[in-house]
């Protein structure tokens, strides 16, 4: 679909690629662990660099691309995709942020502004510095707005990228569960004819490795309520990414409203925050959990971010998790001490449930 809307900010952003200043290499980068969103959007916008405006382009991301769905995808689509730890950073000259914005915490950029931000999340003060942007925060999908623009150009999806396109449309929004706006089910209706239906079953259910079954087994095992909150908590992961994954697990549990899953990684502890309440500001609510040593940010209804544990007191993460999980029951006026486990007794005895509730501290 093409909207009046994308016309006019494609015109602008034609001649803001096409100016002789912006030649040279780009790159084009995903947010962290990205997800399929972030993976299509950066594909998209490199091949219109690429196609339409014969710009360099290469795709980057930081952290892992750690889902089996993730990994099937990308091999779907066929595209390549560099981890920044091989990226000679002085070989580029100019810069795109995708699903992402500057000083979020959640991408490789850093302090570097970057020329040209796509983003669908509600826009950040250092994002107004850019000199190209687009964001859109009643589109579900970041991947939305950058079909759009290939089609203002006359590019057209080849069957790989509808798949992936449409998957990322279908992950991102929940199968239209979750926030999405009508241009992300105009695209979906356009991209369904078009799509490799068996390769979006090998996405949509691929082979599992075991770490999968113990980080479930282990989310199991810890799972928590008090009224229609449910937590769990990981401990040590290989992939960040099964984080958001429980929580939407989680979320689906009968009388639950609101959902927060934790897990370790590389010195950090990624949380995410799902609530089925269109009118909740889980972003907000996530920054106001981390704190100032955290980064994070979201939508209405799902929120990631992290927190380092390294220099907290006692540096010891799993009670930082369930600080940070009674810390959100108390935010959402939820009794913290009436955490209890669902499916596990506790260690020790269920009366004893009052001294863990007062402690930790961040
Ligand atoms: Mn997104």
Redesign the pocket.
């Known amino acids: 679909m093409l909207t009046e809307r994308t016309r006019e900010r494609f015109e602008i952003f034609a001649k803001f690629v096409r100016r002789k200043s912006a030649a040279g290499r780009w790159l084009v980068l995903t ?1 962290d662990n990205p ?1 399929p ?2 993976i299509a ?1 950066a594909a998209g916008l490199a091949k219109l660099l690429r196609r339409a405006f014969r710009r360099q382009a290469t795709i980057a991301y930081g952290g892992i691309i750690g889902r089996a769905e993730n990994q099937e995808m990308v091999k779907v689509l066929g595209a390549r995709l560099s981890h920044v730890r091989h990226l000679n950073w002085s070989h580029y000259k100019h810069f795109a942020l995708v ?1 992402a914005q500057p000083s979020t915490g959640n991408n490789q950029l850093n302090d570097l502004l970057p020329d040209i931000v796509f ?3 509600p826009i950040r003060r250092l994002t107004r510095k850019v000199a190209f942007t687009d964001i859109r925060t009643d589109y ?4 939305t707005i950058v079909a759009e623009y290939l089609a203002a150009a006359g590019w057209d999806l080849t069957k790989k990228e509808a798949t992936a396109f449409l998957y ?1 449309v279908r992950s ?1 929004t929940q199968d239209f569960a979750r926030e999405f706006s009508l241009p992300d089910k105009a695209l979906f209706d356009e991209l369904l004819p078009q799509a490799d239906l068996k390769a979006l079953a090998r996405i949509m259910q691929p082979r599992l490795p075991l770490s999968y079954f113990r980080n479930l087994h282990e989310a199991l095992e810890n799972l928590q309520a008090v009224g229609s909150l449910v937590v769990s908590q990981l401990g040590e992961l290989d992939q960040p990414d099964i984080v958001p994954e429980i929580a939407d697990l989680m979320l689906r549990l009968e009388g639950k409203t609101w959902s927060m899953c934790s897990g370790i990684h590389g010195g950090r502890i990624y949380v995410s925050i799902r609530t089925t309440n269109s009118r909740a500001d889980a972003g907000n609510l996530m920054r106001r959990l981390l704190g100032r040593r955290g980064k994070g940010g979201g939508h209405g209804m799902m929120a990631g971010g992290w927190i380092d544990y390294q220099g907290t007191r006692g540096s010891d993460p799993r009670a930082l998790q369930q600080y940070l999980a009674q810390r959100l029951a108390s935010i959402l006026k939820r009794k913290a001490n009436k955490l209890l486990p669902l499916l596990m007794s506790p260690p020790s005895t269920i009366s004893d449930d009052s001294g863990t509730a007062e402690g930790g501290g961040a």
């Open positions: 947010h997800d969103d972030s959007a699903d983003d669908h999340h579900g999908a970041t991947a990322a991102e």
